[in-house]
């Protein structure tokens, strides 16, 4: 498909509608929905995913979304335009009722996120900005897995990402550093609870 999605309704506008008539979601429906070169997208879903309930409880999910989040921000910093995902991660589905409550939590604050996003301190979300957050991106994908032990860390990691996929779609600089600090405040969290 490949068009651009600029707000986070389209974005689930756009699963609902991978998602229609189907029992089984798979994540390569919702890819060939979204398109190959969708870096942006599919970060603001690794972290809405890893950030909603029912869906992102499920152990595994985090570690799978972190696949997700290496291969595509991965691909992004060498330079790819057009991301490619193995089929074993592209056959990972959902059931269709699970997906659609998950869609109905989100749409409220989608709404008054779309509201409150607009282009701003673009230098954070533009050229060396995006290598900037697809960088930080590959950090938080490396320590998800150890987030799964550590009770509501992947929800921090969740909502970094979401952020920051969010300022990508919108542009919006001032949602990625707010993208930054809820990265190092759950970077501080794992690291105080892998030590002590």
């Known amino acids: 498909m490949d068009q651009e999605i600029t707000s986070l309704g ?12 189907q029992d ?10 979204i398109g190959h070169r969708s870096f942006a997208p599919f970060i603001l879903l690794a972290g809405l995913i890893t950030l909603a309930p029912i869906v992102g409880d ?8 972190a696949v997700l989040i290496l291969l595509t921000a991965g691909q992004l910093i060498i ?5 490619w995902l193995p089929d074993w ?12 409550k998950a869609l109905d939590w989100i749409k409220r604050p989608a709404k008054y996120f779309d509201r409150i996003s607009h282009k701003r301190l673009e230098i954070f979300t533009n050229g060396n900005g995006t290598y900037i957050i697809a960088v930080t991106c590959v950090l938080i994908a490396l320590v998800m897995p150890f987030m799964e032990v550590i009770p509501f860390s992947a929800n921090g990691a969740g909502a970094a990402l979401t952020a920051f996929g969010l300022a990508l779609i919108s542009k919006d600089g001032f949602i990625a550093l707010i993208a930054l600090l809820i990265t190092a405040t759950t970077f501080g969290v794992v690291i105080y609870n892998l030590i002590y």
């Open 10 to 21: 389209e974005l689930l506008g756009q699963i609902k509608k991978a998602a229609e008539k």
């Open 58 to 65: 499920i152990p595994g999910v985090p570690s799978i979304m």
């Open 89 to 100: 991660l592209l056959n990972r589905s959902i059931e269709h009722e699970k997906l659609a």
């Open 24 to 33: 089984q979601v798979s994540l390569g429906v919702i890819f060939d929905q």
């Open 79 to 83: 330079g790819r335009e057009h991301f």
